[in-house]
């Protein structure tokens, strides 16, 4: 099936510092992929969703300013947390929809996830 | 809340059928979504039903959609230990996102 990876798994930052996340889709193209954050136990809150060339849509209540989407190429999309906080810590996921190949454009595939410490 | 209701936990005997229920508000969802997540881990897609089906299989899988009530269930037979995880049920909404249950842990036990 489609595959799709994010790098780092896992970082431990320092308060006000920023943070890059990749995310990619390994064998197929994304002209969309999405950001989620999931809380402890708790579902899947869509933060945005990323589309290659132009500028990411974001959900309601999330600061665009904070949470910077760039989606440069059909297989990578980066979120970088800006002026990180504790209350920035949690786990973050993204998602990638295909256009062709392995990837089915009806369903969304799923990165393994990064989990953001920030101190 | 979330428009998508699942219960919380469900806990199951090894070798026995488990079966997850959702219920969902939006009747225009296209496709609605099984996915498993694991410890630390992503989501893991099993599973998805077109919503002019009844019933999907796949192996163990088992996919139940009334649409009328607007409700899914996921049956696993023969559950293992391994599928021990969250099962989130998710609908897909216009513009291709997706809007997910709180999740079900699944604990199976021996």
Known sequence: GAV?????????????????????????QATTMFWYRQFPKKSLMLMATSNEGSKAT???????????????SLTLSTLTVTSAHPEDSSFYICSARGTSGKGSTDTQYFGPGTRLTVL | GEDVEQSL???VR????????????DSSS????????????GLQLLTYIFSNMDMKQDQRLTVLLNKKDKHLSLRIADTQTGDSAIYFC???????????GAGTTVTVRA
């Not at chain 1, 799709?4 to 889709?25: L, Y």
């Not at chain 1, 665009?64 to 989407?69: A, E, P």
């Not at chain 2, 609908?91 to 997910?100: A, I, M, P, T, W």
């Open chain 1, 4 to 28: 799709v990876s994010q790098h780092p798994s896992r970082v431990i930052c320092k308060s006000g510092t920023s943070v890059k996340i990749e995310c990619r889709s390994l064998d197929f």
């Open chain 2, 14 to 25: 090894e070798g026995d059928s488990s079966v997850i229920n959702c219920t969902y508000t």
């Open chain 2, 9 to 11: 936990f469900l806990s």
């Open chain 2, 90 to 100: 998710a609908e897909r909404l216009g513009d291709y996102k997706l809007s997910f």
């Open chain 1, 58 to 72: 974001y959900e309601q209540g999330v600061e665009k300013d904070k949470f910077l989407i760039n989606h440069a």
């Open chain 2, 30 to 41: 296209t496709y609605l979504y099984w996915y498993k997540q694991e410890p630390g881990a």
